[in-house]
């Protein structure tokens, strides 16, 4: 062994392990087993079986020729003494995947440049980082694996070519090798995301086939750290030696354990349903969860926020953090609100894109999370520019007056959602989720007739329509509805504030709309289903209820924004 290793990793070689196309390779298919199982293979290629390889070359030996220096779902970053131990390391966990889970793209690189010494391990690193996005350019893609030819019976799943037949309720179907890996390991990978978080909430394994509970409309929710990128990066100059290999490893678990933690405190909160619950991923900073969408806003406001929360009191996460002088880590995450059948790719690729827009935060205030959402009602699966190109309104005047203003914009939904403590009078204080869901619970409804919400639902049918006209027409829209309700004040002073919203120093006037957002939320809470499904825990819960669109509501499936 070379005697300058133990140390510092000093003339040892970079070993970087990946999974690629994660996605892709979850979803293949749109039964939740089968995208339970494929998250758990991809979380194995990154651990158990790197570990398996790392312990095999190490055995017998008093020190060790390989050192795992990080181990995490679908990655590992590795220091060997010589490039073809690394080699051999990347040899073992890529066969166990042609092996174990057929169609998974994992592939490693080995740095053929040893560490030159302790300054040099973070710049060794990011060379190992080139070389292999480098290769994995260059490698042909893991679905030519697999070609479809004309004597090939299609998989009952996928559509990909069948390799096997498995049962399912009585009867055998052909199954895609992939798919059939999945299925084998989907019980695995329910309990040990049920072993992280709350088992009664996860869906049971006798019941995977059925999908979570849910009262007509089910929640996909992709969550992510903000700025994870870059705090790896610090730590890669703010430390050298085995100071470096210390801290990188360390903050890795932290990250994980802050990321577990939060989720598993939001969960917790849902005490009244079972089975309403399907971790996909959940490791490192990203959650990717298939929920009832009934708890689905507050479970993720609640994640965001005890995320920053758990991270802050975290001692690795705040000594890291501290040494390279960045704030608080935080979150933003988005949910996309779909029908139990709708495909789950495109509704986690909606989740993602709703992700990326709560991210806009990063831009304003740093040590706030938000979270973005959408009720979809159309069929055809789009991107969330072209859905809510039609819920962007010319606003000829965005002043509190009438006329004479620079033209802006009017944007009916109240997202990005801002979770945090903002400044007073800011973007963020005025996107915080306070407001949002003030106005939720004053158009719910409530359980006493002689406390109607303060607006019916015929007075929010005429601001929608008011709203799509543009600022001028819902002006003259809110004075007819406070005229008409119950409580004209009450009204009044509702529509002032959540009607048309001004965002503070923005480029150009920009105003958004509280309403239809608060009016989604409510929808969703209240389920749309004639019974609540299985584990519900609540009697009648999941009946349509006074505040569902029973009266008549005209929006249609392409113009419902949130």
Not at 146 to 165: E, N
Not at 180 to 198: F, H, I, K, P, Q
């Amino acid at each position: 062994m070379n005697s300058q290793s133990p140390a510092s990793g000093t003339g040892r070689h970079w070993v970087v392990i990946e999974t690629g196309a994660n996605q892709a390779y979850v979803f293949a298919s749109n039964k939740q087993a089968v995208n339970v199982g494929a998250s758990e293979l991809i979380f194995r290629a990154g651990t158990e079986w790197v570990r398996t390889a790392v312990d095999t070359i190490n055995n017998g030996r008093t020190e060790p020729l390989v050192e795992i220096v990080v181990a995490a779902s679908g990655k590992a970053l590795l220091l060997a003494d010589d490039a073809d131990t690394g080699r051999a390391v990347v040899r073992a966990v890529t066969r166990r995947a042609l092996d174990e889970a057929p169609g998974l793209d994992v592939w490693g690189t080995v740095d053929p440049e040893p560490v030159a010494g302790d300054a040099d391990l973070g710049p060794a690193l990011t060379r190992a980082y080139q070389r292999q996005a480098a290769w994995r350019s260059r490698r042909p893609s893991a679905s030519l694996r697999h070609p479809t030819l004309p004597f090939t019976r299609p998989c009952h799943y996928s559509g990909q070519p069948s390799t096997a037949f498995g049962r399912e309720g009585g009867t055998w179907y052909p199954r895609a090798a992939k798919v059939d890996a999945a299925w084998r390991r989907r019980d695995d990978g329910r309990n040990r995301m049920a072993d992280r978080l709350v088992d009664s909430a996860v869906v049971q394994a006798d019941q995977l086939n059925d999908g979570v509970s849910n009262a007509g409309w089910v929640a996909v929710m992709h969550a992510d750290g903000n700025g994870i990128g870059g705090v790896f990066r610090s730590i890669a100059e703010a430390y050298s030696g085995q100071e470096f290999l210390d801290w990188l490893g360390a903050f890795s678990r932290a990250l994980d354990e802050v990321t577990v933690t939060a989720l598993r405190y939001a969960v917790e909160q849902v005490t009244d349903r079972t089975g309403w619950l399907l971790p996909l991923v959940v490791g490192g900073d990203d959650v990717t969860v298939v929920m009832d969408a009934r708890p689905a806003f507050e479970v993720t406001a609640t994640f965001v926020e005890r995320f920053a929360a758990t991270a802050a009191g975290h001692p690795v996460v705040s000594r890291v953090l501290s040494d390279v002088g960045l704030p608080g880590l935080t979150a933003c995450a988005g949910i996309a609100y779909v029908k139990p059948h709708y495909p789950f790719s495109e509704a986690y690729g909606l989740a993602e894109q709703l992700c990326t827009s709560a991210k806009q935060i990063k831009r304003v205030d740093e040590n706030c999370g938000a979270l973005d959402f959408h009720v979809l009602h159309d069929s055809v699966g789009q991107s969330l520019g072209r859905i809510r190109a039609p819920l962007t309104v010319r606003d000829g005047d965005s002043g509190s007056g009438s006329g004479g203003g620079e033209s802006g914009e009017l944007r009916l939904w109240p997202g990005p959602v801002v979770i945090g403590t903002p400044e007073p009078g800011s973007w963020a204080a005025a996107h915080h989720v306070t407001p949002l869901r003030k106005a939720v619970a004053a158009l719910s409804a409530k359980p006493r007739e002689d406390d109607p919400p303060v607006l019916a639902r015929s007075a929010l049918h005429r601001l929608r329509q008011a709203l799509l006209a543009g600022r001028p027409e819902a002006v003259r829209a809110s004075d007819q509805v406070a005229v008409w309700a119950a409580d004209p004040g009450a009204a009044r002073t509702f529509l002032d504030e959540h009607l048309l919203v001004a965002e503070p120093a923005t480029d150009r006037p920009v105003s958004f709309s509280r309403i239809l957002g608060a009016v989604d939320l409510i929808d969703m809470a209240a389920g749309t289903a004639p019974h609540a499904g299985r584990g519900s825990g609540r009697p009648g819960d999941g009946h349509r209820s006074d505040s569902h669109r029973s009266d008549g509501d005209p929006r249609t499936r392409q113009e419902v924004a949130a």
